[in-house]
């Protein structure tokens, strides 16, 4: 299973940025497909979990401002993000989770609010 995340980069406090996560397999193989997030110097941390039944659960901290969607056809997962602050500075990383409780990851990408 490979995972491929893009559409990190640099935005100002206040934009918006949408990444993707492309999983080389069909995404409902999965209990669930998620967005991580390790800030400079900090732990990785969930930041939004969709599972394959459709239940969705956001981080204290996205407060409305982020959304998980996914696409079956595209096997594709998506993170749109609004609002963005100088703390959403991170390396955001996909992960899916199978029944069986095993974990794939991406590489991760990168973004950067700053003015």
């Known amino acids: 299973v490979q995972l491929v995340e893009s559409g990190g980069g640099l935005v100002q406090p206040g934009g918006s940025l949408t990444l993707s996560c492309e999983v080389s397999?069909?995404?409902?193989?999965?209990?669930?497909m998620a967005w991580y997030r390790q800030p400079p110097g900090k732990q990785r941390e969930l930041v939004a979990r969709r599972q394959r039944g459709g239940v969705i659960s956001y981080a204290d901290f996205v407060k409305g401002r982020f959304t998980i969607s996914r696409d079956n056809a595209k096997n594709t997962v998506y993170l749109q993000m609004s609002g963005l602050e100088p703390e959403d500075t991170a390396v955001y990383y996909c992960?899916?989770?199978?029944?069986?409780?095993?974990?794939?990851w991406g590489q991760g990408t990168q973004v950067t609010v700053s003015s």
């Open positions: 992960n899916a989770h199978t029944n069986l409780s095993e974990d794939f």
């Open positions: 397999g069909s995404i409902l193989n999965f209990y669930y």
